[in-house]
């Protein structure tokens, strides 16, 4: 998805002198994936973006997982995680706990009040869904307005911070990916246009405002504080850093090229419906290196006279499938527990679909009133602190009626 942007103030020529107003130069830099292979931008700085005063080491938050074994579905009750007013003194990246990871992503969650530090993924991509409240994410390119509904891409190594707004807690929910996030490629053209099939284009997506420059005169006496997740000696081969910089790097005076940090909103999504019931795929909206994200929106389902609604049972021998219940009322979770603020976790292997009961009264329904984010992974999910923290230790047995 390789749409050209520019902002700010560039040369006419790329890697040609570009200097300010009293003949200083600005420093280049190509911020670009895949080896000079792939999509990239040029930012131009006041000064070098790779000065380090100081690092220390990051004692990140738990990221160690254990084997779902024996293998049995979950579920998870994420509002349960922080105490009521426990999210004031938290930020939406230091406070983040791990629910569900592999070596492919990682599935976290924070309720956040506090500005986060400045902030860098160096192992991948992030697309972090804001369950509720608002705020802004600055970014080396520029600011981004964010809210209930919002995911927010944000490419590998992209300098930003959280900075929630007004009195409610930003809950957000953050897909971390060892890989790039991108539309799913069957949506887009062999140049990168959105195809007239997608359930969104270019038009739905909200970009970064012209860079930010901050004068941070007085902090930068003392060093700016780069906080960086990055591959190393950790739990899951993860690692932290921080990095002491003379200046701030929100020091970009502009940038053109094809990557940058985005938003695009769940609400803009425009459902695929049928006669009889779709499969899970007419949902996607992202995908990443062996998974893939969709979300299940409020639409109008299907209108075969002897249609069933709700999902046919099915097993998902190629993943393991993890539903984020944010809004409306999922007809095919009713009678287990099943709420706002809560994760499934449906494991490859297990057969699993509607709760008894759910099936039959779904005939007949022409409107789902539901919002879900769903993740399928193609290599097992473990369990991380925070999901280990809010298993209910009964959803495996809503099928049954009770455990044996």
Known sequence: MAHYQKRGHIPPKRHTQHRDGEGNLYYEELMGE????????????????????????????DHGTTPNHPLRPMHLGLHDLFEAEEWKSHDAVTGRRLVLGNGDVRLHYAVAGEASPLYRNAIGDECVYVESGSGVVETVFGDLEVGEGDYVVIPRATTHRWVPSGDEPLRVYAIEANSHIAPPKRYLSRFGQFLEHAPYCERDLRLP?????????????HGIEVYIKHRGPGAGGIAGSVHVLPHHPFDVVGWD????????????????????????????????NNFVICNFVPRKVDYHELAVPVPYYHSNVDSDEVMFYVGGDYEARKGSGIGIGSITLHPGGH????????????????????????????????????????????YAWTWAGGRQ
């Open 351 to 394: 057969a699993h679909g509607p709760q008894p009961g759910a099936t039959e009264r779904s005939l007949g329904a022409e409107f789902f009133d539901e919002l879900a984010v769903m993740v399928d992974t193609f290599r097992p999910l473990e369990v991380g602190e925070a999901g280990a923290a809010v298993d209910d230790g009964k």
């Open 209 to 221: 405002t012209d860079p930010q420059t901050v004068d941070a005169t007085e902090a930068e006496a």
């Open 257 to 288: 090229g094809c990557l940058y940090p985005y938003v695009f909103n769940v609400a803009d999504y425009m459902p695929i419906t049928g006669k009889v019931h779709q499969p899970p795929p007419v949902h996607q909206v992202f995908e990443g």
């Open 34 to 61: 895949e080896g000079f292979s792939s999509d990239s931008s040029l930012l131009y700085h006041r000064y070098i973006p790779s000065a380090v005063k100081d690092v220390r080491v990051w004692e990140l938050p």
